[in-house]
Each structure stands twice: as C-alpha cells, then as structure tokens.
C-alpha cells in the first residue's frame, strides 16, 4: 500500500436545502412502529408473547424446583404453545376479515 492510502480527505459542503429534504422525510421512530403495529398487529402480539414467556423463564429459573431438562422441556412447550395461540388467532381474525365483514358490506 502506497502512503496516499489512508489520506484524510477534503470537506465537502453539503448544500442546506438537501439537508431540509432529507430531514423532511425521515420518519420517527414511533411512527415506524405505528406503521409496523396497524399493518401487522400479531407481529407485534408475537414479540409481547415472546418477551413474556423468556421473562417469566427467566425468574423461574432462578426460583425453579424442578431438574433443569425438565424446565426446558416445560419452557417449550410454553413458547410453543404461545405462537401456536397466537398463529391461530391471526388466522381466525384473517378469516373474519375476509368472510364475515366482506359480507356485512355487501
């Protein structure tokens, strides 16, 4: 490698009004998740569902009676059945959506 390589380049201007354009559509953060939350409420259902049960994982383990593979086994099927539930229900709400209110409307 040649000395020239790691040379710290000229500033360059950056014009204040493409500045103001991309300040003006940059959107925040809590409207991303307002976006995120109305076009796919059960993702975020899925992550609430998800949090829940590693947090209760989480103190259980410290306060568990139980073998450690045991738990883990329990942990599981606990998380499982929590996506389960809420697959299911995404899918019920789905299937409202397009059979029952498509009806209503006609």
Do not use: H
Not at 47 to 70: D, E, F, M, Q
């Amino acid at each position: 490698m040649g000395e020239n390589t790691w040379k710290i380049g000229e500033a360059v201007e950056i014009p204040e009004e493409a500045i103001k354009i991309a300040l003006e559509n940059e959107v925040s953060l809590s409207d991303r998740f307002y976006l995120l939350a109305k076009r796919s409420p059960f993702l975020l259902a899925g992550i609430v569902g998800l949090t829940t049960v590693c947090g209760i994982g989480a103190y259980k383990w410290k306060t568990r009676t139980v073998k450690p593979s045991i738990f883990i086994v329990q942990l599981r099927v606990a998380a499982q059945a929590t996506a389960l539930g809420i697959i299911s229900l995404g899918m019920f709400y789905g299937m409202y959506n397009d059979y029952i209110k498509k009806k209503k409307k006609e």
